[in-house]
């Protein structure tokens, strides 16, 4: 299991830009899809984001394509989340998730694919 620790969330204004950072421990050569969901209150816990470490593929989910990028930093076990112009829909708890599965299109957004979580970090836009 890899342990995940989320930074950079906090409260901007729509169109604001952020980016959330997500930092792997030693175990992360293990993982092999690692990204991002969020929750809202009343929600249920929703797909964002996701790459293959070192690889090309990335998933996104519709509501994001376009204005959030995910990236990675192999060297500093980090993943990031670039949110360009979010709206306040985009408010939510971000989780960071890994798996030593490798990420498919028709299963990155399951959450029981992911066996490692971060504790979230906090997003709130406002209008």
């Known amino acids: 299991q890899v342990h995940l620790m989320e930074s950079g969330g906090g409260s901007v204004q729509a169109g604001e830009s952020l980016r959330l950072s997500c930092t792997a421990d030693?175990?992360?050569?293990?993982?092999?899809?690692m990204g991002w969901f969020r929750q809202a209150p009343g929600k249920e816990r929703e797909g964002v984001a996701v790459l293959y470490p070192g690889g090309q593929n990335t998933f996104y989910a519709d509501s994001v394509k376009g204005r959030f990028t995910i990236s990675e930093d192999n060297a500093k076990r980090t993943v990031y989340l670039e949110m360009n112009n979010p709206k306040p829909e985009d408010t939510a708890m971000y989780y960071c998730a890994a798996s030593s599965f490798r990420c498919t299109s028709s299963r990155w957004y399951r959450l029981d694919e992911y066996n490692s979580w971060g504790q979230g970090t906090q997003v709130t836009v406002s209008s």
């Open positions: 030693e175990y992360f050569l293990s993982t092999n899809c």
